[in-house]
């Protein structure tokens, strides 16, 4: 048979694990294209490669006119490709997964759809907020309340301690600039902190709408995951940007939160966290089985192999 043309696609074993690849890059106004197995984009400037076997999310904005060969190297390589608005503040779509298993996904499902263990994973998401402090015996309500208080006096502490006059969050989803400085870089910080706990949460092969403190969005999972950073890495990025006085506030806080994140640490913690909540008792192992097996629901806890006649064999 004869070898289909163009650069072979990596294998899985070539690949880097999500937590360890590079959080996110943003795009925009640039022509995105292959070369080899490097992605490039190009604009009046020149072109920079991007390696995409080690890249986390690649945001395209406005005026991105990305290839097809482009997109099946961004599958291959299982980088997440996620299409934004301008300055990154609004999400339309997202590229495949990472993941072959369906494991992470089917323990979600289970414990959102069931009252009592969805309350659980709540009050866990909440004492990762709250170190030191028991919330098994709080309602949503409580907890809530207490978080609400938590971030209000997080804002405080970064007005005072960048000498910012702070009154409360206030934007509007579809006018970036009508915000003062601060809640400019906040909707920016926030969204660059979106848009990794996402490329995480699909590249794990999670539901990024199954969420079990936020419901009813198709991110909710990606909100519930990104709050869990937020008081560390947004608020403060988005205060020291603002009274910084840069001109433009977005370009200048997705920059800042890249720089935080550009070790890599918020991608191991990320995903470190979410196999936490939803396969406490499970440990990870990350050769453990083969990973592009399919199998059949026999009923009750039973799986039996796919890829098989069974009416050959007479049932």
């Not at 080899?36 to 190009?42: M, P, Q, V």
């Not at 999400?91 to 069931?114: D, I, K, P």
Request: charged share 25%.
């Amino acid at each position: 048979m004869d070898k289909l043309p163009g650069v072979r696609p990596p294998d899985l074993a070539e690949l880097t694990r999500a937590q360890d690849r590079l959080t996110f890059l943003y795009l925009e106004r640039c022509v995105v294209h292959r070369e080899s197995n490097a992605i490039t984009a190009t604009d009046d400037r020149g072109t920079i490669h991007i390696p995409a076997a080690s890249l986390g999310a690649l945001l395209f904005g406005p005026g991105v006119n990305v290839s097809h060969q482009a997109m099946m190297l961004l599958a291959e390589s299982g980088a997440t490709a996620v299409w934004v608005g301008e300055r990154g503040v609004r999400y339309y779509a997202h590229g495949r997964s990472l993941a072959r298993s369906s494991r992470l996904l089917l323990a979600q499902a289970e414990l959102v759809t069931n009252r009592s263990s969805r309350l659980r994973v709540a009050r866990e998401m909440y004492a990762m907020r709250f170190p030191g402090e028991d919330t098994s015996g709080l309602t949503m309500q409580q907890l809530r309340g207490r978080e609400g208080a938590r971030v209000r006096r997080t804002y405080r502490e970064q007005a005072e301690l960048h000498g910012i006059a702070w009154d409360r969050r206030r934007y509007d989803p579809d006018d970036f600039t009508s915000g003062d400085p601060v809640n400019q870089a906040l909707s920016a910080a926030t969204t660059a902190l979106y848009g990794v706990t996402h490329a995480v949460i699909v590249a794990l092969g999670c539901s990024p709408g199954l969420g079990f403190v936020h419901t009813g969005h198709v991110r909710s999972f990606v909100f519930d995951i990104a709050d869990l950073y937020k008081a560390e890495h947004a608020i403060p990025c988005a205060f020291e940007i603002a009274a910084a006085g840069y001109a433009d506030v977005g370009a200048e806080t997705r920059r800042a939160m890249r720089d935080r994140f550009r070790d890599g640490h918020i991608l191991e913690q990320c995903a470190r966290d979410i196999r936490h909540l939803l396969t406490p008792e499970q440990p990870y192992d990350e050769d453990a089985g083969h990973p592009d097996v399919v199998e059949l629901w026999d009923g009750g806890n039973r799986t039996v192999a796919g890829g098989t006649d069974w009416g050959d064999l007479g049932w």
